[in-house]
C-alpha cells in the first residue's frame, strides 16, 4: 500500500543554520506530496504541496521537490530560526480522499 | 472563519466509561476525517466522511463510531473507552476536488 518514511528525529539545531529533512514514499501512480507543520500544542498546517513531478513547492523559506525518480520529497530551508521549532510531517494523497502521513521528525531550534 | 474546532481540548476517562468528541467546521467542506496521534507513529485515520451522511472506515477504525448527521458536523464516539485510546485525537476537512486539508486543534485523550 501506500507509505511515507521519513527521517527520526529529533533534529536540533542552531539558529541560521541549514535544515534538511528526508522523505520517500511507495505509492502506485502520481501522488500529490505534502509537508506539514505542527507547533507546540497545534493542530497540523500545510506548509507546501507539490502535485506532479519535479514541481517545487515552498513557503515561508522552506522548500521541497517532488523526485519521482528517487520518490522523494525532502524538505529544506537554508537559514532556520526558533520560530521553526515544531514537528514536521510528510504525506501523500494518492486519491481524493486520503491521506497518509510520515512519522513525524521533530526539529529544535536554539538560539 | 473559525475554521475546524473540536471540544473538548482535553479529557480523562476511566477503562469502560463512553465518549462523544465533537469537531465542527464553518468552511462548507464536504469531506471530514478523524486522525489519532501517537508518538512515532504520526497520524493514522480512524474514519472518513466523504459528505453528509456518509462514512468510512479508516486504517484504525475499532473501538470508534462516527456520526455525520449535517455537514458541518462530524462525531467521534468511544463506546467503551481502553488505555489503547489513549492519544490525540484530530479532526480534519477539506472541499472535495481539492487535497488540502484542514486541521482542527486536537483533543488530547487520557484513558486510565
Known amino acids: 500500500g501506500d507509505s511515507v518514511t521519513q527521517m527520526e528525529g529529533p533534529v536540533t539545531l542552531s539558529e541560521e543554520a541549514f535544515l534538511t529533512i528526508n522523505c520517500t514514499y511507495t505509492?502506485?501512480?502520481?501522488?500529490?506530496l505534502f509537508w506539514y507543520v505542527q507547533y507546540p500544542g497545534e493542530g497540523l498546517q500545510l506548509l507546501l504541496k507539490a502535485t506532479k513531478a519535479d514541481d517545487k513547492g515552498s513557503n515561508k523559506g522552506f522548500e521541497a521537490t517532488y523526485r519521482k525518480e528517487t520518490t522523494s520529497f525532502h524538505l529544506e530551508k537554508g537559514s532556520v530560526q526558533v520560530s521553526d521549532s515544531a514537528v514536521y510531517f510528510c504525506?501523500?494523497?494518492?486519491?481524493?480522499?486520503?491521506?497518509?502521513f510520515g512519522a513525524g521528525t521533530t526539529v529544535t531550534v536554539r538560539a | 472563519n473559525a475554521g475546524v474546532t473540536q471540544t473538548p481540548k482535553f479529557q480523562v476517562l476511566k477503562t469502560g466509561q463512553s465518549m462523544t468528541l465533537q469537531c465542527a467546521q464553518d468552511m462548507n467542506h464536504n469531506s471530514m476525517y478523524w486522525y489519532r496521534q501517537d508518538p512515532g507513529m504520526g497520524l493514522r485515520l480512524i474514519y472518513y466522511s466523504a459528505s453528509e451522511g456518509t462514512t468510512d472506515k479508516g486504517e484504525v477504525p475499532d473501538g470508534y463510531n462516527v456520526s455525520r448527521l449535517k455537514k458541518q458536523n462530524f462525531l467521534l464516539g468511544l463506546e467503551s473507552a481502553a488505555p489503547s485510546q489513549t492519544s490525540v485525537y484530530f479532526c480534519a476537512s477539506k472541499t472535495s476536488g481539492t487535497d488540502t486539508q484542514y486541521f482542527g486543534p486536537g483533543t488530547r485523550l487520557t484513558v486510565l
Open positions: 505509492a502506485t501512480g502520481y501522488p500529490s
Open positions: 504525506a501523500l494523497s494518492p486519491n481524493d480522499y486520503k491521506l497518509s
